[in-house]
């Protein structure tokens, strides 16, 4: 599938009519009652009353009518802050035009109440609608523009000068769409969501018409038996925890605005507000609870043109790969982040560590065990302490910052210590790194050779920017194939500098804790990066870790019960929650033939996995696209399957040729800066950024004497910084 054809399948083209030209006859401030059931309409034969649709989307009466369902929405979301001023997107636009619309609106809110008034104007014209509706139904929403002030893509930013450094946010990527790819904007889809209204409830429904089963039940019939890939080691993984973290962000409904709001009750019903996964009855492992309960992701408008359509998810970061973990994706994160000397980011200096760590939290908020001797760790995005091995890489980029910004003030005495010119310099460096380290080393152990050939490679040493090609992140990916939680394992290794194992703890001791990284008697968070480069990893054969599967987050609550979470369940519901639609849809985008019966599946998954798909579901179409991802058998030198292979080496040539600043595009460094980057062994970052004796050649698979080697610490060359000399 070429870069053509991905480009057809997504929803970019706008139809921007405004309701202005619709004709008025009525002024009308309030709808009409209800239709009742039996004399709804099908979509969109309900619309051929077009003097009521005219009607209905009279401007002063859209106006109205839209500004009740924001209040509305925010009272339901708020109800203890009535009264209280929007929060203003300004910070969350990198420019200062942008900051002054003091009457830009809280951008999820308007998401949200953009979705009730479609669902109020298909309710007043009687349209009952489907899944398959969901095209021609976004087509026809697409005509119809949100009222004047409520949209914050009202204000095009100007793009012009922005040629050296990318912006936090990720605006002005695109010069022709330069919203495109930038924090707070939605998802982009492959496919068109499999919403059960077309609209925005979640896909529950098996194709016989009953009830597809529950997530936790699924999950409960799932192995919990995984077996290593002694190929790939624990580092690899959460290595690509911290790039997903970079290039998505699904903000929970809580994060989306102003404040937290009230916990969902199991008895929730709110579709759009709560995520209720039940726990069945006969449950070995829950059956303290009632239900496993979550927030729903934040909702953004589904295009830039400020119209209405079906529901999309937010994305909280940039879509591209720009170490937004590490800086932020606003103005106003980086700067608390910043020294505001010499290029520095901040760091925490201790006495005991031969590495800085990251800087604390005020708040103490980012971990469960923060306190004033022990605080949580700061970082670009509130996930950097969800286990402590990702805290340890979080570390490593901000030595690594630290240390080029140095390096490059030593050389560039013309730079005269200029803090702005340093830090973007250094960033720009970091970001390369990563982007290098990325593609030449983490894709191709995932996608295999031969796909990260054909879908990502370019001849010759530089690369070309597409502007037609959107460098965006998609749904589909995020929620189906990119959680790749099967190779997570149980026990995370500690060991000192020369490798001498000190301990393995359990997964669960370092999930969102801080106290073993302050362990100073066992090097804190440099031991458990030594552990993660030798750790072999788990396999991707649908087997998950016992505590992500059944013990994740364990606490006792106030009644003393046992209160535990699912990551598997929760993937599985979040995942119907964004419309995507089942396996067997992805299988056709990905040039195989839809599955009539389970034992179609045969060409990309195992009998037993056919087997197990078949006692869980009623048909192959009712299959979740995580769940049939996660079952396939893997592609010769990949980690993962056919369908995950396609959709992810779709995803990263979007992030490679969709992104203008990536680092081997023309005109980003020159030949000899270039050649520098890709020339700096990857072993000797990890060698002088963590502490560490030796590292393996390729630190994404385990030391192996003949097929990866050790190489001494002492032995690596410094980055060659020539190139950068005036």
Known sequence: MNSKQIIGLNLFVFITISAAQFNTFSQRNNFVSQTPANQLRAFPDCLSNTRALDSLLNPNVLKSTFDRKLQEEDNKLFPSASNVSFFHTGNILDFTDAQLQQDVRNAPLVARAAIKFAEEILRQMSCATTKADALALNSMLKKIRLPPGICAFESKPNC??????????????????????????????????????????????????????????????????????????????????????????SLPLVESGRQS????????????????????????????????????????????????????????????????PTYGSTRATAANLRTRKNGFMKIFRTGWSKYELPPGEVENQSCMDGAENQRCFAGGDSRIMENVVLAAIQSQWLRAHNRFAFQLSQLRTDWGMDDDLLYEEARKLMMALHQHYTYELWL????????????????????????????????DVVAGVLRMHTFVRDAITRCRPDGELIDQVRLNDVLGKAKLAYDMKNNGLDAFLCGALHDYSYSGDGNYAEQMHHHLFESINHQGKIIRRDIIAMNICRGREHGIPGYNAYRELCNLPRAQQFEDFADTMPPEAILKLKSIYQHPEDVDLIVGANHETPLPGAAVGHVSVCLLATQFRHLKYGDRFFYTHQGEFTPGQLIAIKSYPPHCFHCQTGDLEFVARNPFRPPHDTLNPRQLCSECPNFDFSAWSR
């Open 160 to 249: 012009n000068g922005l040629t050296n450094y990318r912006t936090l946010s990720g605006i002005c990527n695109n010069i022709l769409r330069p919203y495109e790819g930038s924090a707070r904007t939605a998802f982009a889809r492959l496919l068109p969501p499999a919403y059960e209204d077309g609209l925005h409830l979640p896909r529950s429904r098996s194709v016989f018409g009953g009830e597809l089963p529950g997530c936790r039940a699924i999950s409960l019939n799932l192995g919990s038996t995984p077996e290593f890939n002694t190929g790939i080691n624990h580092h690899w993984v959460i290595y690509g925890q911290y790039l997903t973290h970079d290039i998505t962000a």
């Open 261 to 324: 709001i009230a916990r969902c009750p199991c008895e929730s019903t709110d579709v759009d507000v709560c995520n209720i996964i039940p726990i069945p009855a006969n449950d070995p492992m829950m059956n303290q609870q009632q239900c496993i309960n979550t927030t729903t992701t934040s909702q953004a408008l589904s295009n830039t043109d400020c119209t209405l359509g079906y529901k999309e998810q937010m994305n909280g970061n940039s879509h591209f790969i720009d170490l937004s």
């Open 444 to 475: 191709p152990i995932l996608l295999g050779s031969d796909a990260t050939e054909k879908y990502i490679s370019h001849d010759g040493l530089f690369s070309k920017y597409d502007p037609e090609t959107p460098g965006v992140v998609f749904n």
